[in-house]
């Protein structure tokens, strides 16, 4: 039982990160300790270039629970792409109020180790330790902002509800254990098969508790409630984090668990997660129209964007390869397609809210004129968050509809007729701010827009992203990293 | 389906029998028992000690870095057995090396003890 250092060299390499930045910060003093900052880059910059070799492998270890292959490695990308971004829309943000950061940087990069073996992991136990290391220091990182009772209303909430959503899982999973005798996710789907057309209701209870697990961490309607006050009461980089990496996190399992060890029983969560899809993105679209503060906004949003990702789920055939491998695709698609403008979103409000405090939507008034860098690039992810050209969010839109219409089922259209309408209500309030922004004159006397070079580097990186993938979709939708994983790998 | 409500029905018995028998016991006491009520009797009981202060007193957070790190260890132990009862068995023929099992564990302990060293630096261990 030889481990393959290769396979987990991302992983080793994030860990010993995280443990040099914690022993950094108890040398460091004062002013020296935002170093950790971009020693943390560093360590990501070194794990993407473990990574990215790996592409095009198929390599497993651990007797199977940990696999690295195409699917694996487009996440990873994903999350070392995010904390990249993360890192740098944290860096003065942290530095200039008066925050743990050595215990921050550390957090993040324990959470984004969780992550990283998220879409490698194939067996049950090794997810759900995946999904703790994820949140874990989720809990903490939401309430770094000590006697800040906002903050701390983040942290209790995300916690309680977090481990409630942790022991239902674990509680699906032992019963899942017991009707099936392994944890390994393709063990579980050979067991599954042989149940037939009738299976116990418990075992579908069993199943439907894991998914609920995941619902929570993805945010998907009712699992929702705790991610508005969360994400409005946290520090924003770390908002972020939750919107974008976590979110993701949880999907990269999500399918996992789905399209690999429940896919015998499709027809059963298929309906369910469709609905769930519906109601997600519905709920979350009207109420992000009221919004008057942008963390609040870009939350609900987050939610409703959940929604869509939810959708190429309901599609989801038992034993049609070619549509579930579709579904999968859409799915990656979109999560790629949502990560890169909503960290930017959340950079341009790091920007406005740094040293200043602004946070309504009022506070964007004549960003346009203020500070025109800003103003463009908090427009381009609006419009992508929305699904507009010139940016990936159209094709992301795209890339569902074309899944739906290979499914070709009753719930693929209606699903596909809700996603239009909810595209429709989302440009509302992302047209609104972009409306305050370039049409609204600012208040006199607004203190100035001061991003910093770090935070407008990543910004226009991020904005850069957003139209070369409008240009070239074809870098993540040509890719077959689907294949491997509807195959059961 | 007879099957269904006659285990259920055991259980539904079970209930009720302990319902019932729980009553009988408590309607015995009340009826056998003497009543001498005194003030001393609705005391905390603290093990035969006077109680300190109410139930709401508020405890020094010391204890409770000192618990948690307590646990810390208390865990490594859990693993720390289970492994020295592996490595035993473990020879040139083992399918995997005794040596690479030995710094597997002091990995651990060193990562554990890492946290010990955070700890001290943080001044947590000083009772001040």
Known sequence: ?489 | MTGFYSQWGTFALLVLFGIGLYALVMLANRIFRVNLPHPEKLTTYECGVDAVGTGWTQMNIRYYVFAFLFVIFDVEAIFLFPWAQILGNLDASSPISPTFVLVEMFIFIGVLALGLIYAWRKKVLEWE
């Open chain 1, 1 to 489: 039982m030889a481990i393959d250092f290769g396979a987990i060299a991302p992983e080793l390499v994030l860990t010993a990160t995280a443990i040099l930045v914690l022993m950094v910060d108890l040398v460091l003093t004062d002013q020296a300790k935002q170093l950790a900052n971009p020693l943390s880059a560093i360590g990501a910059l070194v794990a993407l270039g473990f990574t990215l070799p790996l592409w095009g492998d198929e390599r497993s270890t651990f007797g199977g629970s940990f696999v690295v292959n195409d699917y694996a490695v487009v996440f990873k990308v994903v999350f070392l792409v995010s904390l990249l971004a993360i890192l740098g829309i944290s860096w003065r943000y942290f530095a200039e109020s008066r925050f743990f950061q050595g215990e921050y940087y550390f957090l993040l990069l324990v959470s984004f180790l969780g992550m990283l073996i998220m879409p490698s992991a194939r067996d049950l136990l090794l997810l759900f330790i995946a999904l703790e290391t994820v949140s874990l220091p989720g809990f903490v990182m939401a309430g770094l902002r000590k006697r800040d009772l906002y903050s701390s209303e983040a942290a209790i909430k995300f916690f309680l509800i977090g481990v409630l959503s942790v022991a239902l899982m674990l509680f699906g999973i032992s019963m899942m254990y017991g009707f099936t005798g392994t944890t390994s996710l393709s063990g579980i789907a050979q067991a599954l098969g042989q149940w037939g057309a009738s299976p116990p209701p418990l075992l579908l209870a069993s199943l439907l508790l894991i998914i609920v697990g995941f619902g929570f961490k993805i945010s998907a309607v009712p699992f929702h409630f705790w991610a508005p006050d969360t994400y409005a009461g946290s520090p924003i980089p770390v908002a972020a984090m939750l919107a974008v990496a976590s979110k993701t996190a949880g999907f990269a399992g999500l399918i996992a668990v789905t399209f690999i060890a429940f896919e015998p029983f499709a027809g059963v969560w298929a309906p369910a997660l469709g609905v769930l899809a519906i109601l997600t993105m519905t709920l979350g679209n009207l109420v992000a129209m009221q919004q008057r503060d942008m963390v609040r906004l870009l939350a609900w949003s987050s939610v409703a964007q959940a929604g869509y990702m939810l959708i190429p789920f309901g599609l989801a055939v038992t034993g049609n390869a070619e549509v579930n491998e579709a579904a999968v695709q859409a799915t990656i698609f979109y999560i790629a397609a949502y990560a890169i403008p909503n960290i930017g979103a959340f950079g341009v409000v790091v920007a406005i809210n740094r040293r200043t405090g602004y946070r309504s939507i009022e506070d964007f008034a004549g960003l346009g004129g203020r500070h025109p860098f800003m103003a463009v690039a908090m427009t381009t992810f609006l419009l992508s968050l929305g699904g507009a050209p010139p940016t990936v969010g159209l094709w992301a839109k795209f890339a569902i509809v074309q899944a739906g219409a290979e499914s070709g089922t009753v719930l693929a259209y209606v699903l596909l007729f809700f996603l239009i309408v909810n595209s429709v209500i989302a440009f509302y309030y992302y047209l609104k701010v972009v409306w305050v922004m370039w049409m609204r004159e600012g208040r006199e006397g607004m203190a100035p827009v001061t991003p910093g070079v770090n935070l407008s580097l990543v910004t226009a990186a991020l904005v850069f992203g957003t139209v070369l993938l409008f240009v070239l979709p074809g870098l993540i939708a040509d890719t077959t990293v689907s294949t491997d994983l509807v195959a059961g790998l």
